[in-house]
């Protein structure tokens, strides 16, 4: 497709459940990052790869977030034993390098409920 | 370390009003700045982007400068319509990085015809 698509769009999970979000970035872009986006603000970042090393993942919350672009284009962000905390929109975005200044393009992320 | 600080909303206003949303950073060296849109049920688009001191970014009537001196990187529009409802955020690359963005917390619009 011409955009960056994720999904599932929304899903909800029982407490101590594990997800698996799906995030299938623009064709050739380089650089994929993951966002969380609580209720009323901004995103704030999670992880980066470039191609398939995970070079910053200085922004997953806990030990139960873990991410992978195994072969440099399609990335899973897991997260294990969810809680209520975990309840937010997680967005996932792709450029063609990873340079300051190059326009980042974002999906229109999954929203995760947790219950 | 690097932050966003951007006006806090809601923000009303009438059809064809004058539209300033405030955006003030905090960031070493020279970021990248941007405004990005998410229009209700979408995800996050480009709006506009200055990469230098000066630098004016526009697009669909929206503009803004970069200004280092004050640190700043306002939105502007003359005459809002009501399709521009929306949530606004202005984020920073910082200079150097791998291009990853830091926003700040969004400003919702709601413009009313």
């Known amino acids: 497709g011409a955009g960056v698509s994720q999904s599932p769009r929304y899903k909800v999970a029982k407490r101590g459940q594990d997800v698996a979000l799906r995030c299938d970035p623009i064709?050739?872009?380089?650089?994929l990052f993951w966002y969380q986006q609580a209720l009323g603000q901004g995103p704030e970042f999670l992880t980066y790869?470039?191609?398939?090393?995970?070079?910053?993942k200085s922004g997953l919350p806990s030990d139960r977030f873990f991410a992978e672009r195994p072969e440099g284009s399609v990335s899973t962000l897991k997260i294990q034993r969810t809680q209520q905390e975990d309840s937010a929109v997680y967005l996932c975005?792709?450029?063609?390098?990873?340079?300051?200044?190059?326009?980042?393009?974002f999906g229109e992320g999954s929203w995760l409920t947790v219950v | 370390g690097n932050s966003v600080t951007q006006m806090e909303g809601p923000v009303t206003l009438s059809e064809e009003a004058f539209l300033t949303i405030n955006c003030t950073y905090t960031?070493?060296?020279?970021?990248?700045l941007f405004w990005y849109v998410q229009y209700p049920g979408e995800g996050l688009q480009l709006l506009l982007k200055?990469?230098?001191?000066?630098d004016k970014g526009s697009n669909k009537g929206f503009e803004a400068t970069y200004r280092k001196e004050t640190t700043s990187f306002h939105l502007e529009k003359g005459s809002v319509q009501v399709s521009d409802s929306a949530v606004y955020f202005c984020?920073?690359?910082?200079?150097?990085?791998?291009?990853?963005?830091?926003f700040g917390k969004g400003t919702k619009l709601s413009v009313k015809p």
């Open positions: 984020a920073l690359n910082p200079w150097g990085s791998q291009g990853n963005l830091i």
């Open positions: 975005a792709s450029s063609h390098g990873g340079v300051s200044g190059n326009t980042i393009y």
């Open positions: 960031a070493t060296g020279y970021p990248s």
């Open positions: 064709s050739g872009h380089v650089s």
């Open positions: 790869f470039q191609n398939e090393a995970q070079l910053d």
């Open positions: 200055a990469t230098k001191a000066d």
